[in-house]
């Protein structure tokens, strides 16, 4: 005959223990994900280890921290101003199957608008070898023009266009 431990609210207390480590495991995914949706991604990562340690290998909990410690990783590299590593690791987050989707949604706006940004920078460069040329060939008035579209954009003062504003502004100053 078979006799198992009963505890005072008479479940099994192996049971009792999957069960709160289940808890514990689900408790810490719910909390990472919405430090994920409130932008706390350092909090995040704890919260997915944690869960990681409640259940070890557990695949969801390890595609949440590497959705998130990749989002973050691509946020930092945005923050210096280094825009190409940074769209890789946004890929990256965007092409996560299963993932969580608020990363994937924020990854895909920074993709648009690093793409956006590249395109400006572009237009912006065209702009500035032209007033360049005119500004060597004596053409004052001309390039000054010209300068005037990059320094009349709405978007010239945001960070990434500041190596075409600096250049700009040299040559307006000249």
Known sequence: MDFFAF???????????????TSKYDSYIKSGKQHV?????????????SALKQKSGDKKAELYLNQTE??????????????????????????????????VKRAEDNINEIK????????FS???DDAIKDFRNGNYKESL????????????????YKDVLLSAKKIKGS
């Open 145 to 160: 023009s010209l300068l005037d579209k990059i320094f009349n954009d709405a978007s010239i003062n945001k960070p990434y």
């Open 126 to 128: 065209i702009i500035y």
């Open 37 to 49: 949706q409130d932008a706390n991604y350092a909090s995040a990562k704890v919260d997915f280890q």
């Open 70 to 103: 990749s989002f973050d990783v691509a946020n930092q590299l945005f923050g210096k101003e280094r825009y190409r590593a940074a769209k890789v690791e946004f890929e990256k987050v965007a092409e996560t199957k299963n993932g969580l989707s608020v990363l």
């Open 7 to 21: 505890d005072k609210f008479g479940g099994n207390k192996t049971e009792n223990k999957v069960n709160t480590e």
């Open 116 to 123: 956006h940004a590249q395109k400006n920078i572009e237009k």
